[in-house]
């Protein structure tokens, strides 16, 4: 090899070289005054302008060495081959209706709730149930009260009419009828009230109409009542014919109820 050529000029120089050294340690010594003298030559006073390109190489060239060398071995390495990366399986791509169906499955985010307008709803809704009842308790308590009096009137109307002209004397009917007499007047405010507290026009007339006939009774009564001894026939026949008439107006009036 080149290289193990150079190697052994070089350690062969520097064994000489070590050698001369060791062996100038070995010399006599010399005296200086039995020398000769040595004549030195001057050195020229100008160093010349241009130097040889080339210097002589003091150590052997390749082929002086060795010509031809032996070709060492050159020493090969077989390197493994590396292992294959096994090349992955191409995953299998979802089909659409895979997709579809876990579209279809993820349930969708629900909006939050509102909740105030619902509240506020049912406020105002139960507020209108309360005003509802009210009115209809209101209602319902009038008619309660019409009821009542419709009962009264016809009390009127049936028992105490034909009781007041079944006396055979002027004096007992007028007295039957004084003592009937405070109960028909709580009758006339029970209507009067009845007709300015209706909750409609249509129960209003009808409160009206019931008492304009308790006051027809009323009257044909009082009139009945004072009849004298001496009245001729005439005028007991009219005066019997208008107890008559607002007895018919009072039944109208207690049928009407009825309906």
């Known amino acids: 090899m080149r290289v193990s050529a150079k190697s052994v000029g070089v350690l062969t120089l520097s064994a000489s070289l070590f050698t001369g050294l060791g062996g100038c ?12 003298e040595i004549s030195v030559p001057a050195l020229p006073s100008e160093l010349p302008s241009e130097f040889p390109s080339e210097l002589p190489n003091p150590f052997p060239s390749e082929s002086a060495v060795d010509p031809d060398p032996e070709p060492a071995p050159e020493e090969t390495t077989e390197q493994e081959p590396a292992p294959e990366d096994p090349s992955p399986e191409p995953e299998p791509e979802p089909s659409e209706s895979a997709t579809v169906d876990a579209a279809v499955e993820e349930p969708a985010e629900e909006p939050e709730t ?9 406020v105002a809704l139960l507020a209108l149930l309360v005003l509802w009842w009210r009115w209809y308790a209101k209602r319902r308590a009038w008619d309660k009260r019409l009821e009542e009096a419709r009962s009264e009137v016809a009390w009127f109307e049936d028992s105490l009419i034909p009781q007041i002209l079944s006396k055979p004397t002027a004096s007992e009917a007028t007295a039957l009828w004084q003592a009937a007499r405070p109960r028909v007047l709580d009758l006339d405010r029970e209507l009067h009230d009845l007709e300015e507290t209706a909750p409609n026009e249509e129960r209003g007339a009808s409160a009206a109409q019931g008492l304009d006939a308790l006051r027809g009774l009323t009257d044909a009564i009082d009139t009945e009542a004072s009849t004298e001894a001496g009245t001729d026939s005439d005028s007991l026949r009219a005066r019997r014919a208008a107890v008559e008439s607002a007895r018919t107006r009072a039944q109208a009036w207690i049928s009407a109820g009825k309906r």
Do not use: H, K, Y
């Not at 340690?25 to 000769?36: K, Q, R, T, V, Y």
């Open 114 to 122: 509102v909740w105030w307008p619902w509240i506020l709803a049912g």
């Open 25 to 36: 340690d070995e010399l006599p010594e010399i005296d200086g005054p039995s020398l000769p």
